[in-house]
């Protein structure tokens, strides 16, 4: 199935490019602004002390839980339907969900719509690299994807600006319009030109039960998925809950969740684009995750020792820690580049968000250490656990950097 690459393939800044760039722009925006208006939105909603941690948690877990169950409703559509028509569905659904957020009056319809706009966000990130690592060629897709990335998790910082301008229902209408938007790019870009090729070919296509029939086939999944943890340890616990640790470890002034989520994501902007163009220059994608997971321990080391520290200073540990995660571009390249054609929006589609959705159980996991060890020690349990996991699997995956992606995923 080898197609001769043309002069567009090793072009990087393209309309697909862009337009996934954009899409995961507005992805991030509304993924961490609930982290960003937890706080003063249940409040608002009537909840008040211990109740601002158990409920965002639980909001925050009905989120990911609704991203789990989107990756495998996207990632099968998208091998069977085109990435692009499941990239602007996503975009739709998580736009929508957000203009209704704004509008919600109770704890329920709060996380009835956090689970909805959870199944839109899935699809947008997996369905991007997805079609950007099948334009272009395999010596330039690294760029590519990392473009995607860094402008991606720079919606965090709007989230950030926007939720302190203006009241968390405009922000939540903001996400959505902006979103809304995004949809017009639609008119103007095309299909990949792999899957194209597999529509008319007599091959399965999305098949997400053969992740799991053939036990190397299952490996390769399940330590794509495992390598990622560590990121949504770090933003799902570290992040989320900065204020609530900051008091904890005697910094000395107000920590505010939205400035926390703002720096660690300005760090993943430059975590992304360094991590890009790492893997560029080492030509792997394994060395460049080992060495970003000794950066994550090593921020992780500096924020529980950060005793008394300023606000100024305990932001530069957040901002060092979202640098330190910024290997997500790489993570779920490596996920692309795992399988063929028929399989690869299922797996980049579902990867990222089952390790979004692992938020649930790590979250879950630092509850019940938390009460048992306290704040900090059980955080270290947990991310201990998550480093390990991590390191782990990242020893069992091959190195695809060089590996060609026009090729059919064979069952038997």
């Known amino acids: 199935m080898q197609q001769k690459q043309t002069i567009s393939s090793y072009s990087i800044i393209s309309l697909p490019v862009i ?13 961490v602004l609930f982290s960003i208006v937890r706080v003063p939105s249940l409040k608002a909603l009537g909840l008040q002390g211990q109740e601002l941690i158990d409920q965002g948690v639980f909001l925050l877990n009905m989120q990911m839980a609704g991203m789990l169950v989107g990756g495998v409703l996207w990632g099968i559509l998208g091998d069977r339907k085109g990435r692009l028509k499941i990239m602007f569905a996503s975009i739709f659904i998580y736009s929508i969900a957000n203009l209704l957020n704004g509008m919600a009056t109770s704890l329920p319809a709060y996380a009835l719509l956090r689970f909805v706009a959870g199944v839109g966000l899935a699809g947008e990130l997996g369905a991007g690299i997805t079609l950007v690592a099948e334009m272009l060629h395999q ?15 720079s919606g965090a910082i709007l989230a950030n600006f926007v939720a302190k301008t203006f009241d968390w229902r405009n922000a939540f209408y903001i996400g959505g319009v ?35 029939t053939d036990r190397k086939r299952f ?69 460049v995750v080992g060495i970003f997971l000794l950066i994550t321990i090593t921020g992780i080391c500096w924020y529980f020792l950060a005793s008394g520290v300023t606000p100024a200073h305990f932001y530069a540990i957040c901002a060092f820690l979202g640098f330190g995660s910024g290997y997500w571009a790489i993570f779920v390249t490596i996920a692309a580049e795992q399988f063929g054609t028929n399989l690869r929006a299922t797996v980049a589609t579902t990867v990222p968000n089952f390790v979004r959705g692992m938020v649930v159980p790590i979250t879950m996991l ?22 390990a996991i991590a390191v782990y699997s990242l020893w069992r995956l091959e190195e695809t950097f060089h590996k060609d992606l026009d090729y059919f995923e064979e069952f038997l």
């Open 19 to 31: 337009v996934a760039a954009l899409g995961y722009f507005v992805d991030i925006y509304d993924l």
């Open 139 to 153: 010596s330039v897709r690294g760029y590519g994807t990392m473009i995607v990335a860094s402008v991606g998790v």
């Open 178 to 212: 902006l979103g809304l938007l995004l949809l017009i790019t639609r008119l103007k870009v095309a299909e990949s030109g792999m899957f194209r090729q597999m529509a008319n070919a007599t091959v399965s296509k999305g098949n997400f039960i053969s992740l799991f």
């Open 219 to 287: 490996g390769r999944y399940l330590n794509s998925i495992l390598i990622g943890i560590p990121t949504w340890f770090v933003v799902g616990v570290l992040i989320t809950f900065s204020p609530e640790f900051a008091k904890s470890l005697g910094v000395t002034g107000t920590v505010a969740a939205g400035n926390a989520v703002m720096f660690c994501y300005l760090g993943l902007v430059f975590g992304d684009l360094a991590s890009g163009l790492l893997s560029q220059f080492l030509r792997s994608r394994r060395k």
């Open 366 to 387: 630092f509850q019940f250490f938390r009460k048992g060890y306290g704040l900090e020690t059980g955080a270290i349990m947990v991310g201990s656990l998550c480093l």
